[in-house]
């Protein structure tokens, strides 16, 4: 390993002079870059801009003064030039004194960011530009060493990239892994031999489906008739087509109404970062299950009293984005809890 020289980042950038009118003819058919994102990505856009204006030539470096410590650093590799606001820099390098793509890892480096933070009065969050960058003393290795450096930093981030890749790919095997065991569940395929030891007994609701759905209904019959539950408009009847698979022998097929007492609506009355009951949110029903982070509360004994929620209560979004409406959450906990106006609860 060579040793390390000082230098100034000006012995080998050379910021592009020359400053224009958004109006001005010299630019008047080129693309303006929009952003460098932080993977070192340049977007263009024909949209007019107020703000005077640079040209970025083939080949040039151009860095956000705003966010080059976060990585908006790239070089321009278009045939033709485009133009930047003057919140960007472009700069011409000198190939015989660095490697370009050491540098724009270099310019993202805690070295380069604290060199950044000692001469920048305002610290990083200040805008940057080409006079306190070029001013800059940098330690820099040897051409052929940056060379070699950043070779090994290709193959580290291709190592990387392949692990990631291969993260995803579990990720995905797992998720269609878990969907498969979910859905042998349903379809009875995970209690064959149970069933083999524990026939179905006709008529007897623990052994047998169609006897438990007969329970139920005779339940949800007194329970209207005593005047605790509204009435229910009949359910249309399972056809051969709604049915995507056999059973078992001793399973049955049910609407959800069958076998819920009702679907309620929660509160829609304004709650606060402080009070005595939890009130759920579309934001709390994560994967199946309730997340109890970024909670509001309600003191209305009222509202406690009509929206509480019980252990095994079923919630569900009933508005949202295409992705997100019916996501479904089981309340299994013993917490006290009430649901918001967004949340539908099915009590079982």
């Given amino acids: 390993m060579s040793e390390w020289q000082k230098a100034k980042i000006g012995n080998f950038l050379k910021v592009r002079q020359g400053k224009y009118k958004p109006d001005d003819d010299a630019i008047a058919n080129l693309k303006r870059l929009n952003k460098i994102d932080f993977r070192g990505r340049i977007h263009l856009s024909d949209k007019p801009t107020k703000t005077d204006m640079i040209i970025v030539n083939s080949g040039d470096l151009v860095i956000s003064g705003i966010n080059v410590a976060k990585g908006a650093i790239a070089v321009h590799q278009g045939s033709e030039p485009i133009t930047a606001t003057i919140h960007y820099s472009a700069y011409e390098f000198d190939e015989s004194k660095i490697d370009i793509d050491f540098l724009k890892r270099f310019l993202k480096s805690p070295a380069f960011i604290s060199a950044l933070q000692d001469q920048t009065k305002g610290g990083i969050k200040t805008e940057i530009k080409a006079k306190t960058l070029l001013s800059i003393v940098v330690q820099l290795p040897s051409l052929s060493e940056q060379k070699t450096i950043n070779k090994r930093f290709d193959s580290f981030e291709n190592e990387l990239i392949e692990l990631d890749s291969e993260i995803s790919n579990q990720k995905t095997y797992l998720t269609q892994l878990r969907q498969a065991i979910l859905q042998e569940a349903i379809e009875g395929k995970l209690t064959a031999d149970w069933r083999v030891k524990n026939p179905v007994q006709k008529g007897n609701p623990d052994h047998d489906a169609q006897a438990l759905l007969e329970t139920i209904k005779a339940e949800k019959q007194k329970l209207m008739a005593d005047g605790k539950i509204k009435k229910e408009k009949p359910l249309a009847p399972i056809n051969p087509d709604d049915v995507p698979f056999a059973l078992p022998d001793g399973w049955v097929w049910v609407r959800l109404g069958e076998i819920g007492l009702n679907f309620d609506y929660g509160t829609s009355s304004k709650s606060s970062k402080q009070g005595k009951i939890p009130v759920l949110r579309m934001g709390n029903i994560q994967n199946g299950l309730i997340?109890?982070?970024?909670?509001?509360?309600?003191?209305?004994?009222?509202?406690?009293?009509?929206?509480?929620?019980?252990?095994?209560?079923?919630?569900?979004?009933?508005?949202?984005?295409?992705?997100?409406?019916?996501?479904?959450?089981l309340f299994d906990s013993d917490k006290k809890a009430i649901h918001a106006g967004y949340l539908v609860r099915f009590r079982m």
């Fill in 291 to 329: 997340d109890w982070n970024d909670l509001v509360y309600t003191d209305d004994d009222d509202e406690i009293a009509k929206y509480n929620l019980l252990k095994f209560d079923l919630l569900f979004n009933r508005t949202n984005s295409k992705e997100l409406v019916g996501k479904t959450a």
